[in-house]
């Protein structure tokens, strides 16, 4: 199976860059370590789409293992559509308007 185009929601590339920003002031490795994780992540999604159970919205997530995030997306015939980096302890379903809105 080949890989799909990942597209990105603005804001979840600054929820991941906001995230990448929190890590590195606390420890640069912890930065390094989440970034190799959202790469894992992307790399996971963009060869198996379908391969995570369905969750919101016709959405579906990839949680983070070492990290309190999960990657929010939906995947399309065209691409796979990145909503969210979501922190899993923060307003749960903060992202649910962007479902809406094109990305």
């Known amino acids: 199976m080949s890989e799909q185009s990942i597209k990105f929601h603005p804001d979840a590339v600054a929820e991941a860059r906001a995230a990448f ?3 590195n002031q606390k420890s640069p490795s912890a930065a390094l370590a989440f970034v190799s ?3 894992v992540a992307i790399e996971r ?4 789409p379908l391969a995570r159970p369905e969750y919101v919205g016709g959405t579906r ?3 983070f293992r070492q990290f ?3 990657l929010v ?3 399309t015939e065209v691409a796979i559509e990145v909503i969210a980096i979501a922190h ?3 307003k749960p379903g903060y ?4 479902l809406s809105a094109e990305s």
């Open 37 to 39: 994780e959202l790469d």
């Open 88 to 90: 899993g302890r923060r």
């Open 68 to 70: 309190p995030f999960a």
């Open 95 to 98: 992202w649910r308007d962007r």
């Open 45 to 48: 999604i963009s060869h198996s």
């Open 21 to 23: 920003n929190w890590y």
């Open 73 to 75: 997306y939906r995947a």
């Open 61 to 63: 997530r990839y949680l």
